[in-house]
T-cell receptor, first 114, second 114 residues
C-alpha cells in the first residue's frame, strides 16, 4: 500500500510569496492531520479533518494559514503571504477510524522562506 | 502546553547496549503511543499501550506505563546502529475534553554507535 504522499519535499521561496503544500492520505483513512515541526516548538498540530470536514483548527497560527480537503484523497495547506518564521517541516498524517489511533505520516515538506 | 515530555533529550550508547527513554504526561489518558523518526523522514508508529495495560512488548521493544505516576518508558534491547533516530511519545487529548488528536513530546534523540 502506498503511504501518505506529500509534495513538494522541499520548497524554498521568498517572503511574501504564496506557498501551497499538498497531501494525499492513505485510501480509506477518515482522519487527516497537518503538523508543523521546528526545533524550538517540536511537533505542533495545526488542523485536522474528519471525513473531509475541518474539526479543529485551533493550532493554525494565524489567518495567513488555510487548509482545505476537497475530497477524501487530497488536502492542501496554504500560507499567504509567507514569512521567514514559517520555515519548518510540515507533515501530513492520516489515521483510519479514530484520530487517537496510530497515525501514518508522510515524509514532510521542508519549507524555507527567505 | 505539551502533554508528553521525554527524558533524556539525547542519549548515546554503543551497539548491543539497551536504551531506555522516559515520557511523563500531565493528565489522564486513554492510550499512549511511541513513534520513531529517522532523519529527514516522517514519524513511524511503534507501539500503543492502553491506560489499563502496564507493559507491552513488540520485538526488541518493551513499553511500560504507570498511570499513577503519569509516566511511560520505552526500552530498546540489544540496540543496533539502525535504531539511531528520535523517539517521541504521544498521548491522546480526549481525556482532557479535547478532540480526536494526539499531543507529541519533543522527543529523545538516540544515537547508537557501531
Amino acid at each position: 500500500d502506498a503511504g501518505v504522499i506529500q509534495s513538494p519535499r522541499h520548497e524554498v521561496t521568498e517572503m511574501g510569496q504564496e506557498v501551497t503544500l499538498r497531501c494525499k492520505p492513505i485510501s480509506g483513512h477518515d482522519y487527516l492531520f497537518w503538523y508543523r515541526q521546528t526545533m524550538m516548538r517540536g511537533l505542533e498540530l495545526l488542523i485536522y479533518f474528519n471525513n473531509n470536514v475541518p474539526i479543529d483548527d485551533s493550532g493554525m497560527p494565524e489567518d495567513r494559514f488555510s487548509a482545505k480537503m476537497p475530497n477524501a484523497s487530497f488536502s492542501t495547506l496554504k500560507i499567504q503571504p509567507s514569512e521567514p518564521r514559517d520555515s519548518a517541516v510540515y507533515f501530513c498524517a492520516s489515521s483510519p477510524y479514530r484520530g487517537t489511533q496510530p497515525q501514518h505520516f508522510g515524509d514532510g515538506t521542508r519549507l524555507s522562506i527567505l | 502546553s505539551q502533554q508528553g515530555e521525554e527524558d533524556p533529550q539525547a542519549l548515546s550508547i554503543q551497539e548491543g547496549e539497551n536504551a531506555t527513554m522516559n515520557c511523563s504526561y500531565k493528565t489522564s489518558i486513554n492510550n499512549l503511543q511511541w513513534y520513531r523518526q529517522n532523519s529527514g523522514r516522517g514519524l513511524v508508529h511503534l507501539i500503543l499501550i492502553r491506560s489499563n495495560e502496564r507493559e507491552k512488548h513488540s520485538g526488541r521493544l518493551r513499553v511500560t506505563l504507570d498511570t499513577s505516576k503519569k509516566s511511560s518508558s520505552l526500552l530498546i534491547t540489544a540496540s543496533r546502529a539502525a535504531d539511531t533516530a528520535s523517539y517521541f511519545c504521544a498521548t491522546d487529548a480526549r481525556a482532557q475534553g479535547g478532540s480526536e488528536k494526539l499531543v507529541f513530546g519533543k522527543g529523545t534523540k538516540l544515537t547508537v554507535n557501531p
